[in-house]
């Protein structure tokens, strides 16, 4: 599949859904990635099972927290400087780029750079969502060394890093981001064809254009947005458990850019259906989980997305605002997602959370509808 200039919206609205909040503002990969077209470069998409055993595949992301990389925007070169550095280490040429998450920018940068290298972007990624740190993907659960590692900052001054552990490549990493200004351009998980068949959650890409065509066309029809959003996610094999948590305006807001993420809490105080009540949304770069007083209402890594009330587009949690009314939604994860083997990586407990792991179809059992 061709990605034209009419594509590049709704796939930036349906990343930043599948994001949960971060992955980075899609504004700003949106404007690369038409620019990118506009010149005339070619951005393809294909299928993982395309892909030869041992062709060499290489995964693209932005490191750093999303409230820094607001106001420092890649200029592409840097992303290229991480890619061929590691083509030299590893001494092959790639032939396809991945996307590490499916969040945000992180879902539109890898087809910029491939589009600037005349590669094809692969239809998937190793989250299905987003997450804050590198250990936490489906290519570390299926066992794909996370070195080498290249990180590359504005300059295309570039660091490598080689460990046989994926957490001691996230800290070194996340020191260097620190180093680097807040944010950084990486490829790591490096990769043959035949390692990405088996480790990748499929087709997300594709799932996020879906996504957001979905909301924009229940907008041009006079819908709503939210209504259109859901029914969308029900068709599709990973989202399909999908409801309203809660309704409301935000009245507090704690967020601060800490160790290389952004990190803290939204409250939505209800309106409607949840008038009286209160919501708090605990979120690091990535929403984490959802509560209504002592109760759980969704939690990692099923997805939770903050959606402006009246059109329904995705809120980043560095766009987060006091007064805004919004609609707090909770999406299931990939089964990938859901393992034991994920859940020990990604899982509450990885975080820190005192909660377990409950699918959110446990906790609401049939579909929750808007305003009840």
Known sequence: MKIG???VDDLARGAAILGTGGGGDPYIGSLMLRQAI???????LVDVDTLGDDDFAVPFAM???PTVIVEKIPNGDEMVAA???TERYVGTAAKAVLCAEIGGLNALLPLVLAARCGLPVVDGDGMGRAFP???MITYNIFGVPASPMVMADEYSNTVLIESAAALEVER???SMVVAMGGSTNICLYPMRGRD????MVRGTLTLALGLGRAVREARRGGGDAIDGLLGYLRSTPYYQHCCVLFEGKAVDLLRETKSGWAMGRLVVEGVGGHAGRRCTVQFQNEHLVAHEGDRVLAIVPDLIAILDAATAEPITTEGLKYGQRVVVVGISAAPIMRSPEALAVFGPAAFGLPDPFVPLEQIHGTAVTRGT
């Open 5 to 7: 200039l009419e594509h």
């Open 38 to 44: 506009e010149d005339g470069l070619t951005v393809e």
């Open 63 to 65: 490191m750093g927290a």
């Open 83 to 85: 890619l061929r550095t």
């Open 133 to 135: 740190q590198l250990q």
């Open 172 to 174: 070194l990493g996340r």
């Open 196 to 199: 990405a068949r088996r480790s």
